[in-house]
């Protein structure tokens, strides 16, 4: 190649590392081998998944156990589409990822060639923008404006398409600029006049809560929340996506809330008179029926993208913006103001310890039943699992797939304020879990990541044990193996005619001898004593664990709203 | 009810079926999309007019101005509005209508573009209740082929006072 020529695959290579890009998520294949070709001479981690839904959710888990976008790449075709599933998934959980994939050659497009499938318009309604790339000097530009749109404002993700031959062919090296986005300037400072009033309503009211979502999480506003919450001493409840926003061991924190969540958070949120929304989307899974909903409340909502607001809820008072700068302000007016009474002496007071001890006896009330059971001869259920893990695994990173293991985890396994709760709670991804923790791990190598999993949604992305034995990470997998699909079999049995042919299943999978087999340390439980070794020894081993937890006939999870209101909660057998 | 939506775009492949796709999605059906260039060198306009629930359509405003190469959006105010849309109707016409016909081209300040022997092609410019009625008033003689361009629309006074701006 002649002097001060490039080549769109270089240019890519060389943008990605300009942006900071240590590690990519990807699977070769025809249409992106130029790519592949550059990346051996680059700095940046090559991670092969077995899967290129793997390497999505992998580009995924990284990026929220980080903050940083994940990048994943694949051919063009059969490998664009398996990413489609971890893209939705990022998308519904606005998580920042850049998708890469290669596409036939310019002049092919259109003819059906071999490998070809119209990547930008299957995955238009499910990217933050997408990109075909015309030309090799577009690659630098395009990649950087990608970078910019899936990290800032509310975090999505992009996908930008690059023929082949815009792979290999060669352009004059110079640097050009990013174009100006004229139409896209995310709001990021919050109104002044709407915080003042914000702080006025906060004053006044009697019942207020805070819900703290995902937002929370992506603006790394956690600490924020936390000041605001000591100013004015005001319950928490969270969302799915807002697990770690606030540290679950904080007694004013009153744990998940919505359709499966306790009776003390579904309480504060029914019968609140003032709601401060956090970066959350009021989701259907949070708010149930929304004729029901919050029915004495004002909701103040703060979100950083406007079409959120009022979509579910009527907002009362709305604040685009950062939470980031929003919040502070806020609670610097609401702790500067002369006429603020102390946590103890408002009158909200008496409101937030109803609360809490509405809270306490309903934990007291779990602890005995637990404890009931007596240690060998409990049999091991998905909550004892989960409590001799959390007690294992202090300030640990949790991941978890999706289904009822994954609502016991998010009641049953306390974290830490911060990046150390990650779950697919938009699309509801099933096999999410192994490749978003393999993400983790390697975004966070410091951390104990621990993944609680189902004996279903393991499965789904199982061939990704051969990816994480291989990066040398540690990671522990807890399978809660009960060989059934029991968040289904929970649905068959509320709502249909509880036959179970489609959630029951016969072969009885040994995950220790198959995740040995992959290269993991495989272990299995049966019991209470059986499962506390295991994860001791887990804690302390090195590389991936993944423990089979032989769960016998398994308890629904509950609470779970199954009337025409948060309130209207079935409690179990309790 | 009926809206019409204005919306100041990057002049770009593939901004069509980002916009559109957002309104069928939510099944809306669009009655007419019209786009053109503006005033300002790369960028489009395009006027959609749809029909659907206030609400729904506001969530497809908001959902618009998130595409990156959307600029701005308006949901133009009914009071406000200037509109004017263009028809092309060809009609066959017999010996003995030819007086008539003229005399309701005069009143309907439409033009004759193209006669040849009984078929006529007439263009009708207005707004679009008085290009409906045109096009009603000439159904008495066989109209062959007709053609409506959809609605362009702009609001009066200073540019950019649409309701739309309220977040």
């Known amino acids: 190649m002649k002097k001060g020529k490039s080549t769109g695959a270089k240019a890519l290579v060389r943008t990605l590392e300009k942006a900071g890009t240590e590690l990519i998520f990807g699977y070769p294949g025809g249409a992106n081998l130029p790519i592949y070709e550059a990346l051996q001479r680059s700095t940046i981690r090559h991670i092969q998944a077995r899967h290129e839904q793997g390497a999505a959710h992998m580009a995924d888990g990284f990026a929220r156990a980080s903050g940083k976008t994940g990048v994943c790449l694949a051919t063009s075709g059969p490998g664009a589409t398996n990413l489609v599933t971890g893209i939705a998934t990022a998308y519904m959980d606005s998580s920042p990822m850049l998708a890469i994939t290669g596409q036939v050659s310019r002049t092919m497009i259109g003819n059906d060639a071999f490998q070809e499938v119209d990547i930008t318009g299957i995955t238009m309604p499910i990217t933050k923008h997408n990109y075909l790339i015309q030309s090799a000097h577009q690659v630098a530009p395009i990649i950087e404006e990608a970078f910019y749109l899936a990290g800032s404002g509310r975090r999505g993700p992009v996908v930008v398409d690059i023929p082949k031959d815009v792979q290999t062919d060669e352009f004059a090296n110079q640097h050009e600029k990013r174009r100006v986005l004229e139409g896209y300037n995310p709001t990021t400072k919050g109104h002044p006049g709407q915080i003042k009033r914000a702080a006025a309503v906060l004053r006044e009211a009697q019942r207020p809560v805070i819900i703290a979502g995902g937002g929370v999480i992506s603006s790394n506003t956690y600490t924020d929340v936390a000041e605001f919450v000591k100013t004015l001493g005001i319950p928490v409840v969270h969302t799915l996506m807002g697990k770690s926003a606030f540290d679950n061991y904080n007694p004013l924190n009153l744990g998940l809330f919505g359709y499966h969540g306790s009776r003390a958070a579904n309480t504060a949120v029914s019968k609140s008179d003032l709601i401060l929304a956090i970066g959350t989307r009021f989701g259907d899974r949070s708010t149930g029926p929304l004729a029901s909903f919050a029915r004495d409340a004002k909701i103040i909502h703060i979100d950083v993208d406007p079409a959120e607001i009022g979509k579910n809820v009527p907002a009362y008072l709305p604040i685009v913006g950062d939470i980031a700068d929003v919040l502070p302000r806020l609670t610097s007016l609401l702790s500067n103001s002369s006429n603020i009474q102390s946590p103890t002496e408002h009158p909200r007071a008496a409101w937030t310890a109803t609360l809490l001890k509405q809270r306490e006896s309903i934990n007291n009330g779990n602890n005995g039943k637990i404890n009931d059971k007596g240690l060998d001869q409990a049999r091991l259920t998905t909550p004892v699992a989960l409590a001799a893990a959390a007690e294992a695994f202090p300030n640990a990173l949790l991941v978890t797939d999706v289904g009822r293991h994954q609502i016991f985890a998010a009641q049953h396994f306390p974290v830490a304020a911060g990046r150390n709760f990650i779950t697919s709670g938009g699309l509801g991804t099933m096999g999410f879990g192994l490749p978003a923790a393999i993400g983790a791990a390697l975004a966070q190598p410091e951390k104990k990541v621990v993944l609680i999993t189902g004996d279903g949604s393991f499965l789904m992305n199982i061939q990704e044990l051969i990816t994480a034995a291989e990066t040398g990470i540690n990671l522990t997998v807890m399978v809660m193996n009960d060989r059934r699909l029991g968040m289904i079999q929970q649905l068959q049995d509320g709502f249909y005619s509880s036959r179970f042919d489609v959630s029951r299943f016969t072969q009885d999978i040994q995950f220790d001898r198959l995740a040995a087999d992959f290269g993991c340390r495989g272990d299995r439980a049966a019991s209470e004593s059986e499962l506390q070794h295991a994860v001791v020894a887990a804690a302390q081993a090195e590389g991936v664990t993944v423990i089979d937890c032989k769960i016998g006939e398994e308890e629904h999870v509950y609470p779970m709203v199954t009337g025409r209101n948060l309130l209207e909660l079935t409690e179990g057998e309790a | ?167």
């Not at chain 2, 005069?106 to 004759?112: E, G, H, K, N, S």
Request: charged share 25%; net charge neutral; aromatic share 4%.
């Open chain 2, 1 to 167: 009810m009926t809206h019409t939506i204005s919306i100041l775009c990057d002049d770009i492949p593939g901004v069509m079926t980002r916009i559109s796709g957002l309104f069928s999605r939510r099944g809306f059906n669009i009655e007419s999309l019209t786009v053109g260039h503006t005033e300002r060198p790369g960028k489009s306009r395009f006027t959609i007019v749809v029909e659907g629930d206030d609400g729904v359509l506001e969530q497809v405003r908001k959902q618009l101005q998130k595409l990156v190469h959307v600029i701005k959006v308006w949901d133009l105010d009914h009071e406000r509005i200037l509109e004017r849309e263009h028809a092309l109707v060809k009609v066959e016409v017999h010996e003995q209508d030819r007086a008539n016909l003229l005399q309701l081209i005069t009143v309907l300040q439409a033009r004759i573009l193209n006669s040849s022997g009984s078929i006529w092609v007439l263009e009708i410019t207005g707004d679009s209740k008085s290009v409906d009625s045109a096009i009603n008033l000439l159904s008495q003689y066989t109209i062959l082929e007709s053609i409506r361009t959809g609605k362009i629309a702009l609001e009066q006074g200073a540019k950019e006072r649409g309701p739309s701006n309220r977040l």
